[in-house]
């Protein structure tokens, strides 16, 4: 943990929990918190997965939604 942004230089051991990850135009994996080298990637991903397995509006309700949006409602894959 951090004693002043970025120094990383706390001594009271406090794991601080991801909230998001996201993916950088080069492919690294990045969080609010820099990803080190040594931090869990089945964490990681369980972390990206989350809105995917757990969204927050019933799936059904997606071509409403899109439409709502301003799309035409049809899901095309």
Known sequence: MDIEPGDLSADCGGVMEAISVWVRKDGEWASSN???ADDNPMKLMSLA???ISSPPF???HIEEMTKLMGGDGELKW
Do not use: T
């Open 34 to 36: 820099r990803i080190a």
């Open 58 to 60: 019933p799936l059904e």
């Open 49 to 51: 997965m989350k809105p």
